[in-house]
């Protein structure tokens, strides 16, 4: 084993705390009374604010009114007559069926007179199926879409209608129906 040596037994070191004081060319510092920084006035800041305020309320006064649109009964008369030619349809058609003495419940929304991408379709009928969702029941979700192709041979349309299904989940009070619902129409 080898020999340790202490900072002692290596020459020209010496401890720190055994050395003498040693002479200071300068004087330490002193402290001196503190001196606190000149105030900015506030009357500059007063004026400028109070003249900022004159000219907000010139402003303000200044600021025509909003124009209002003269309606007439002759102008609801037509809007109303347009409205009647054109009666709202509903955009879709719900039906329910069930077996097994109401065990089983199938319930059905079609798109009426309208052309949906099946994305959209399950985005705009989002609410209206989750209404449907009660808590203690196992859901799958059935998307039937009717596909259309234009053959590139001879220009023929091609009509196929095709199904596409999630798998079946459970539906309990805890569940959160949107976390759900997003996670069924990714099964798709």
């Known amino acids: 084993m080898g020999r340790t040596t202490s900072p002692e037994d290596i020459p020209g ?10 002479e200071l060319s300068q004087q330490p510092l002193q402290p001196t009374e503190y001196i606190p920084p000149r105030p900015t006035p506030l009357s500059m800041g007063r004026r400028f604010r109070e003249k900022l305020g004159r000219w907000g309320d010139w402003l303000l006064r200044y600021v025509p009114e909003p124009v209002k649109r003269p309606i007439n ?9 347009v409205m009647s030619l054109f009666p709202k349809q509903s955009k879709f058609e719900e039906s329910k069926r069930s077996a097994l003495k109401g065990f089983a419940e199938e319930h059905t929304i079609k798109a009426t007179n309208q052309t949906f991408d099946p994305k959209r379709f399950l985005t705009v009928v989002k609410q209206k199926a989750l209404e449907q969702f009660q808590s203690q029941t196992k859901v799958r979700l059935d998307l039937k879409a009717r596909m259309e192709n234009v053959s590139p041979t001879d220009g023929s349309l091609i009509i196929e209608v095709r199904n596409f299904h999630s798998k079946t989940a459970i539906v309990l009070e805890s569940t959160n129906l949107d976390e759900l619902w997003t996670e069924i129409v990714e099964q798709i």
């Open 73 to 81: 009964s002759a102008f609801n008369a037509f809007k109303k007559k």
């Open 13 to 22: 070191t010496r401890n720190l705390l055994d050395a003498d004081i040693p």
